[in-house]
């Protein structure tokens, strides 16, 4: 079936560090894939996708390639800020589908 | 624009119950899906609806159950209540057409406390 996985949190990074939260999946054909991020108090949105192999997908400082070989998709971002604190989510879906299958979230938390 | 809308944002219920729980989605949205979110298995599928239709349900027992309304207003109820059903309840809704866009827009959730 498909499935996503992702490293456990918490993290904890200070300002300006560099990030990488890792996340690799199982799945059939070619399925297109997502990080959603949770702030404090809100709901989740989306950070950022990739709909085909080694596509990148960017946003806010962010960035994941979509890795085939690796069946990988792991985010990065080269200096983190306070602001950045929240619970990241990969995600999987089929452009024909309609069901996103998540990982169990990763926690970032930077600090000053 | 407004986003989606959940209510009851927060409610207790004890062993035995049921719940019914509210959606409203972003105007013009055809699609509503709803999720459960706990610390341990992260976001858990549980049905989506399109035009009053359900398209997909996921794993869970038929205790679980929902249903959208011609307004495309969705509602989830979840009958017998069990201490696992404590979680927090995830509306999404997206953007018209049969085909997946691929971005989901999510309300801030109900959670669900059962004692």
């Known amino acids: 079936g498909n499935s996503v996985t992702q490293m456990e949190g918490p993290v904890t990074l200070s300002e300006e560090a560099f990030l990488t939260i890792n996340c690799t999946y199982t799945?059939?054909?070619?399925?297109?894939l997502f990080w959603y991020v949770q702030y404090p108090g809100e709901g989740l949105q989306l950070l950022l996708k990739?709909?085909?192999?080694?596509d990148k997908g960017s946003n806010k400082g962010f960035e994941a390639t979509y890795r085939k070989e690796t069946t990988s998709f792991h985010l990065e971002k080269g200096s983190v800020q306070v602001s950045d604190s929240a619970v990241y989510f990969c995600a999987l879906t089929y452009p024909t589908g309609n069901q996103f299958y998540f990982g169990t979230g990763t926690s970032l938390t930077v600090i000053p | 624009k407004a986003g989606v809308t959940q209510t009851p944002r927060y409610l207790i219920k004890t062993r035995g119950q049921q719940v019914t729980l509210s959606c409203s989605p972003i105007?013009?949205?055809?699609?509503v899906s709803w999720y459960q979110q706990t610390p341990g298995q992260g976001l858990q599928f549980l049905f989506e609806?399109?035009?009053?239709?359900?398209?997909n349900k996921g794993n869970f027992p038929g205790r679980f159950s929902g249903r959208q309304f011609s307004n495309s207003r969705s509602e989830m109820n979840v009958s017998t209540l069990e201490l696992g059903d404590s979680a927090l309840y995830l509306c999404?809704?997206?953007?018209?057409?049969?085909?997946?866009?691929?971005?989901?827009?999510f309300g801030e959730g109900s959670r669900l406390t059962v004692l």
């Open positions: 999404a809704s997206s953007s018209p057409g049969l085909r997946n866009t691929g971005e989901l827009f």
């Open positions: 990739a709909t085909k192999a080694d």
């Open positions: 105007s013009g949205h055809r699609s």
């Open positions: 609806y399109f035009s009053e239709t359900q398209r």
């Open positions: 799945a059939t054909g070619y399925p297109s």
